[in-house]
């Protein structure tokens, strides 16, 4: 398998390393981590790295943001449902992480059926928040997952790393 992408938004200020994670994230075949970290950033910036985020996003197999993101660029909006506006501009799963302990991961239903009661995706509270390296392993050992059950497996395996 090959190593996944992994794009950090705060990294990308200079147009240099815009240009080249463009590039990067073009490349077919690597899976390709999001890391909306937006919430450090200075307050004239966010509305231009959102956009990016999104941009990025779209193609993301993972997204990772976090609720001090959201707060910074959404203000005070419950956090996941910027996350899962995010998740339903892409194609990939989010990580919401709520804390050190607590994340709320969002993937497709794994019935993949049409829901007239809300968005087409389920929530998965976790007691965990794997880290950026352990997750970019684990998508790196076992591909992307197909439905919520393999998500659940990978943030668990990226949690034990």
């Given amino acids: ?86 998740r339903a501009l892409g194609r990939g799963a989010v990580l919401l992480a709520c804390g050190p302990a607590v994340s709320i991961l969002i993937c497709d239903d794994p019935d993949s059926r049409p829901r007239a009661d809300g968005p087409a995706d389920i929530l998965i509270g976790l007691p965990f928040t794997p880290t950026l390296p352990n997750l970019q392993a684990a998508l790196g050992f076992s591909g992307v997952p197909w439905d919520a059950p393999g998500w659940l497996d990978l943030a668990e395996k990226a949690a034990a790393a």
């Fill in 1 to 86: 398998m090959a190593q996944p992408v992994l794009v950090q938004v705060s990294s990308l200020l200079r147009p240099d390393a815009l240009v080249a994670a463009r590039g990067l994230w073009r490349v077919p075949g690597p899976p390709r981590l999001l890391h909306a970290d937006v919430a450090a950033l200075p307050d004239s910036a966010l509305p231009w790295l959102w956009d990016v985020a999104e941009e990025f996003g779209r193609d993301a197999d993972l997204t990772v943001l976090s609720s001090a993101d959201v707060l910074a660029r959404h203000g005070a909006v419950p956090p996941l449902r910027a996350a899962r506006r995010l």
